[in-house]
């Protein structure tokens, strides 16, 4: 058994590790990617600590808010806040925040299949109901209350609850508690035991973000990939956390000089949409000084209701451009929320010179 002496020694030799593989990912690339590769590299870290050592025990809750200015990975949304506590079946948990000012507010408990985070139980905004003073009152676990307050069944292996809040403002920050209620005597986890965890998902972070990004490269280069793409059968997914009110599809961006990534499409019926692009490492580069998204209230509209977004690492002159920040390789995802159908727009790699006229013909 390792000692507390040995552990942060195995931090240290992961780390090294680690930085070998995230920095041979970039090895002969520009600057940039090297920047890019280091910020993730710190976030990554920086997140499992928070998460796993300094607040990894279900037996007193806090909230870990996985995105700031300074710490961006995991496909972060921009408008989207994403708050995570370790939770535990063998406690019960009151969760409370408000409603009022957010396009959505999730809850989604997650328990592991097969080394994989799976959701089990998910409570949204459209059924959370708000008290007299406009917050919403949840609990996790125990038994279902009386009065009728909104509750989640924690399930034996259920082992953590992430509340997501959509709005449309970047950086909304949101006031959402947790807290243990119940009486069952506290078992604090060893040092030793949230060290392990946190050095645990730091390399799950790495590990998957490296896998996933070949993958959805190998799946569709500057295009939607098929049905059947690997990228949806990752072999580490340890560190992804779906939810079940969300759909994800995306492609890796690969542009050559001059060039850009046009696409043509309508809105789906849904919650929310947002086109993002990402580095390498699933992170957005700096906005909202680089408008490197747009939602469904950014986009401008054709006449005939579809839209033309512009995918570029440099101003196209085009209302609807995602500015990659100078990158010229990095991930394109659309995200869904709570869609009644799927609609993925026609990407088309194109000549930033022709494009004005490409634009003019399609009536935008």
């Known amino acids: 058994m390792e000692t507390a002496t040995t552990q942060p020694a195995r931090f240290g030799d992961l780390w090294c590790e680690m930085s070998d593989q995230v920095m041979e990912c970039v090895a002969g690339r520009s600057s940039l990617e090297h920047e890019r590769a280091t910020e993730f590299l710190v976030a990554a870290a920086d997140l499992a600590v928070e998460m796993w050592f300094q607040k990894g025990d279900p037996a007193t809750p806090a909230w870990t808010e996985w995105m700031h200015p300074w710490r961006k990975l995991a496909g972060d949304n921009p408008g989207t806040v994403y708050l995570s506590a370790p939770v535990s079946p063998r406690h019960t948990y009151r969760v409370r925040g408000p409603l009022a000012g957010a396009h959505y507010v999730g809850v989604q408990l997650y328990h592991q299949v097969q080394g994989f985070n799976a959701p089990s139980a998910n409570i949204s905004s459209a059924?959370?109901?708000?008290?007299?003073?406009?917050?919403?009152?949840?609990?996790?676990?125990?038994d279902r209350p009386d009065g009728g307050a909104d509750w989640l069944p924690l399930q034996e292996d259920d082992?953590?609850?992430?509340?997501?809040?959509?709005?449309?403002?970047?950086?909304?920050?949101?006031?959402?508690?947790?807290?243990?209620?119940?009486?069952?005597?506290?078992?604090?986890?060893?040092?030793?035991?949230?060290?392990?965890?946190?050095?645990?998902?730091?390399?799950?972070?790495?590990?998957?973000?490296?896998?996933?990004?070949?993958?959805?490269?190998?799946?569709?280069?500057?295009?939607?990939?098929?049905?059947?793409?690997?990228?949806?059968?990752?072999?580490?997914?340890?560190?992804?956390?779906?939810?079940?009110?969300?759909?994800?599809?995306?492609?890796?961006?690969?542009?050559?000089?001059?060039?850009?990534?046009?696409?043509?499409?309508?809105?789906?019926?849904?919650?929310?949409?947002?086109?993002?692009?990402?580095?390498?490492?699933?992170?957005?580069?700096?906005?909202?000084?680089?408008?490197?998204?747009?939602?469904?209230?950014?986009?401008?509209?054709?006449?005939?209701?579809?839209?033309?977004?512009v995918i570029a690492a440099s101003d196209p002159g085009a209302p609807n451009w995602i500015d990659t920040g100078g990158l010229t390789e990095g991930v394109f995802a659309s995200r869904f929320l709570l869609a009644e159908e799927k609609l993925l727009p026609e990407a088309s790699v194109v000549k930033l010179a022709k494009l004005p006229a490409l634009l003019a013909s399609a009536g935008a």
């Open 127 to 142: 059924d959370l109901v708000a008290g007299e003073d406009g917050r919403f009152e949840l609990f996790l676990g125990g």
């Open 159 to 309: 082992y953590i609850a992430m509340v997501r809040v959509y709005s449309y403002e970047p950086w909304t920050r949101w006031d959402v508690s947790i807290e243990r209620v119940d009486d069952a005597p506290a078992e604090p986890l060893p040092v030793e035991e949230r060290l392990e965890k946190a050095a645990a998902y730091f390399q799950a972070e790495v590990l998957s973000s490296i896998e996933l990004t070949g993958l959805i490269r190998a799946g569709g280069t500057n295009g939607y990939g098929p049905p059947d793409a690997t990228y949806r059968q990752p072999k580490y997914g340890d560190a992804l956390f779906p939810t079940l009110d969300n759909t994800y599809e995306g492609f890796f961006v690969d542009l050559g000089p001059g060039e850009a990534i046009l696409l043509h499409g309508r809105l789906p019926k849904a919650k929310y949409t947002s086109l993002v692009f990402y580095d390498r490492w699933w992170a957005t580069p700096d906005y909202p000084r680089l408008h490197c998204y747009l939602t469904d209230r950014d986009l401008v509209l054709n006449p005939d209701g579809s839209y033309d977004a």
